[in-house]
């Protein structure tokens, strides 16, 4: 059984930054394709980034391109997001998301964490 945990959110203030880590056990081939996904109160959950072990292929959204870094540590089976020069509008649950497929869209992602709180003061 996969399973994803989160960690390294919480307050700063804008222009700060915080790394999350997401550690992922269960199965590796389940897990080749790790994405963040955020929730800002009141709206849809969106696509953040994402990442491959096999291929090593990323992709960002727009509103992060410049700002936000993710990696991983194969040793760790842990998938990182870097979030430099955050934003009040960076807030939002973000959530770690595994998949065997590299994807874009929420619905694309099988296996999730429960999420991690990241607040941005102005």
């Known amino acids: 059984q996969v399973q994803l945990v989160e960690s390294g959110g919480g307050l700063v203030q804008a222009g700060d930054s915080l790394r999350l880590s997401c550690v992922a056990s269960?199965?590796?081939?389940?897990?080749?394709?790790m994405g963040w996904f955020r929730q800002p109160p009141g709206k849809e959950r969106e696509f953040v980034a994402a990442i491959t072990w096999s291929e090593g292929w990323r992709e960002y959204a727009e509103a992060v391109k410049d700002r936000f870094t993710i990696t991983k540590d194969d040793a760790k089976n842990t998938a990182y997001l870097q979030m430099d020069s955050l934003k009040p509008e960076d807030t939002a649950v973000y959530y770690c998301?595994?998949?065997?497929?590299?994807?874009?869209?929420?619905?694309?992602?099988?296996?999730w964490g429960q999420g991690t709180q990241v607040t941005v003061s102005s």
């Open positions: 269960g199965g590796t081939f389940e897990t080749n394709a």
């Open positions: 998301a595994a998949d065997p497929v590299r994807g874009l869209y929420r619905s694309e992602y099988h296996y």
